[in-house]
């Protein structure tokens, strides 16, 4: 089973730009499809973006679609977010997670802190 851990999360002002890295170990990365989630202080977690196991297909909420690019690396395990014209409502904790499929991810990273400042 793979494991995912996070990184690139950090404090940033609004309009400006971050990217975020999932880094996964294990062998059987490539036939993960691969998501990004997010919480904010007293909200639920909800979905970001995902991208298939080959990469050519992905999917974004609303809010966020024009502004945020999820790709992967399967040669590297590596899986990115990149986020730019970060508005304050983006503000959360920004957790990667996979699965066998588009509806189940079963692994989770510890997630990264993403803070937009006004």
């Known amino acids: 089973q793979v494991q995912l851990v996070e990184s690139g999360g950090g404090l940033v002002q609004a309009g400006g730009s971050l990217r975020l890295t999932c880094a996964a170990s294990?062998?059987?990365?490539?036939?993960?499809?691969v998501g990004w989630f997010r919480q904010a202080p007293g909200k639920e977690r909800e979905f970001v973006a995902s991208?298939?196991?080959?990469?050519?297909?992905?999917h974004y909420v609303d809010s966020v679609k024009g502004r945020f690019i999820i790709s992967r690396e399967n040669a590297k395990n590596m899986v990115y977010l990149q986020m730019n014209s970060l508005k304050v409502e983006d503000t959360a904790i920004y957790y990667c997670?996979?699965?066998?499929?588009?509806?189940?991810?079963?692994?989770w990273g510890q997630g990264t802190q993403v803070t937009v400042s006004s």
């Open positions: 294990g062998r059987t990365f490539s036939t993960y499809r």
């Open positions: 997670a996979a699965g066998p499929d588009i509806l189940t991810y079963d692994v």
């Open positions: 991208i298939s196991r080959s990469g050519t297909v992905t």
